[in-house]
């Protein structure tokens, strides 16, 4: 008799673990080669600032847009596995940059170093400038996978290194990885959401607040 073994959650892939979504699985399980194929080619138009367009990314593969949709569902579906798959290399470099921390000052590292990236990635920003209401939707809301994939994130985080019960047990892990996430989204779309300017730094400061971390 065999078992399995079960898979090994890391922070490359808390968030899809806990969210899946039909593209998601698509992409993961090897055997959709066009759905493969279209995510590639509108996650490298997007990486160089162009908008996802679901007739011309259709066209440049050869096919009508009802296969396209086929293969990868709507143009927000498309859109939100590319935020994603740009958002899980990110994570993975904040959590190597950070790996000699510990406890609350390596999961405010760790944050900091994310808001950082996604304040100077510049194709993240043409894209926020381009589609204001839709980033802020998609980003910041259940209308798609992010949000909850972020908290799934840090709250794999916060069990990680502040343990079942953080700050003393004051809090329970989802509900301070939920605090830690709106926290970073209200500094990162600091500018759409009340024309304040993005800042990485003062999303640390709140992270260190919130986490208790001395100095």
């Not at 972020?150 to 709250?155: D, G, L, N």
């Not at 079942?164 to 004051?170: C, D, I, Q, Y």
């Not at 926290?183 to 003062?202: K, Q, V």
């Not at 208790?212 to 100095?215: A, E, M, N, T």
């Given at each position: 008799?065999?078992?399995?073994?079960?898979?090994?959650?890391?922070?490359?892939?808390?968030?899809?673990?806990?969210?899946?979504s039909?593209?998601?699985?698509?992409?993961?399980?090897?055997?959709?080669?066009?759905?493969?194929?279209?995510?590639?080619?509108?996650?490298?138009?997007f990486?160089?600032?162009?908008?996802?367009?679901?007739?011309?990314?259709?066209?440049?593969?050869?096919?009508?847009?009802?296969?396209?949709?086929r293969?990868?569902?709507?143009?927000?579906?498309l859109?939100?596995?590319?935020l994603?798959?740009?958002?899980?290399?990110?994570?993975?470099?904040?959590?190597?940059?950070?790996?000699?921390?510990?406890?609350g000052?390596?999961?405010?590292?760790?944050?900091?170093?994310?808001?950082?990236?996604?304040?100077?990635?510049?194709?993240?920003?043409?894209?926020?400038?381009?589609?204001?209401?839709?980033?802020?939707?998609l980003?910041?809301?259940?209308?798609?996978p992010?949000?909850?994939r972020?908290?799934?994130?840090?709250?794999w985080?916060?069990?990680?290194?502040?343990?079942?019960?953080?700050?003393?047990?004051?809090?329970?892990?989802?509900?301070?990885?939920?605090?830690?996430?709106r926290?970073?989204?209200?500094?990162?779309?600091?500018?759409?959401?009340?024309?304040?300017?993005?800042?990485?730094?003062?999303a640390?400061?709140?992270?260190?607040?919130?986490l208790?971390?001395?100095?």
């Open positions: 008799m065999t078992t399995t073994m079960p898979a090994v959650v890391t922070i490359a892939t808390a968030g899809v673990q806990a969210a899946p039909w593209l998601s699985e698509r992409l993961a399980d090897g055997a959709h080669d066009d759905a493969r194929r279209a995510f590639d080619a509108a996650r490298e138009a990486i160089s600032s162009r908008r996802i367009d679901m007739g011309a990314l259709a066209a440049s593969l050869g096919v009508d847009r009802t296969s396209l949709f293969w990868v569902g709507n143009r927000d579906a859109l939100s596995e590319v994603w798959s740009l958002a899980v290399p990110t994570l993975v470099q904040a959590d190597h940059a950070n790996e000699w921390h510990s406890g000052p390596r999961v405010a590292g760790i944050l900091t170093h994310f808001v950082d990236d996604l304040i100077t990635a510049r194709y993240f920003r043409d894209f926020l400038r381009r589609e204001p209401a839709r980033a802020l939707r980003l910041t809301t259940k209308e798609s992010i949000q909850r972020h908290v799934a994130t840090a709250e985080l916060v069990r990680r290194d502040l343990g079942e019960a953080p700050l003393g047990g004051a809090i329970d892990p989802a509900g301070l990885a939920y605090l830690l996430v926290t970073s989204e209200s500094f990162t779309y600091a500018d759409l959401i009340s024309g304040d300017n993005p800042s990485a730094e003062r640390r400061v709140a992270f260190r607040l919130l208790r971390v001395d100095g």
